[in-house]
T-cell receptor
């Protein structure tokens, strides 16, 4: 059962364009939503994260938009650069105490982003 | 401060062989975990630990064992390797494992089971 669904699987953007990656979740007990960035041959690294009590969080060119009622959140990369080319994972943390997702990160399937110069 | 280190980087096993993937962290983190990464599946939690002597199962624990005798080390054992265990394995650590604690990932071990 995939509790966090991510789309698209791959994304090609021109330099300077906007990259948008979407995620949807099922468990309403999730209470923290991080995004991870992974370069080839490396482990994932935290990029930006949001709590469900805010609708948007911005850090530099990266913005998370969060829609609690729709159980959806998305990552927007403004002015995309070739150096942003990487795999991006959304994730969700938390859940009901004693439930299957408590205290654990559940990841989406990943999006391979390619930014052409 | 090396962060999270994993050895080996690459490993090829034959079906039925056993081996241990090593993970160490020097940040004095209480929480450590193991994930496997497969194409189109994202990262899936195998086992995790909230402190020395305490371990618990994640989403895909079958075929793997863990123990946590020290704060620094969290080895993952494959008891009898199967081709389905061909994957990239990541170890991660966090201060306590609560939601806002950043999880730091190691560089990964790429395992192939023939």
């Amino acid at each position: 059962q995939q509790q966090v669904k991510q789309s698209p699987q791959s994304l090609i953007v021109q330099k300077g364009g906007i990259s948008i990656i979407n995620c949807a979740y099922e468990n309403t007990a999730f209470d923290y939503f991080p995004w991870y960035q992974q370069f080839p041959g490396k482990g994932p690294a935290l990029l930006i994260a949001i709590r469900p009590d805010v609708s948007e969080k911005k850090e530099g060119r990266f913005t998370i938009s969060f829609n609690k009622s729709a159980k959806q959140f998305s990552l927007h990369i403004m002015d995309s650069q070739p150096g942003d080319s990487a795999t991006y994972f959304c994730a969700a943390f938390g859940g009901n105490a004693g439930g299957t997702s408590y205290g654990k990160l559940t990841f989406g399937q990943g999006t391979i982003l390619t930014v052409h110069p | 401060n090396a962060g999270v280190t994993q050895t080996p980087k690459f490993q090829v096993l034959k079906t039925g062989q056993s081996m241990t993937l090593q993970c160490a962290q020097d940040m004095n983190h209480e929480y450590m975990s193991w994930y496997r990464q497969d194409p189109g599946m994202g990262l899936r939690l195998i086992h995790y630990s909230v402190g020395a002597g305490i371990t618990d199962q994640g989403e895909v624990p079958n075929g793997y064992n863990v123990s946590r005798s020290t704060t620094e080390d969290f080895p993952l054992r494959l008891l009898s390797a199967a081709p389905s265990q061909t994957s990239v394995y990541f170890c991660a650590s966090a201060r306590y494992g609560t939601s806002t604690d950043t999880q730091y990932f190691g560089p990964g071990t790429r395992l192939t089971v023939l």
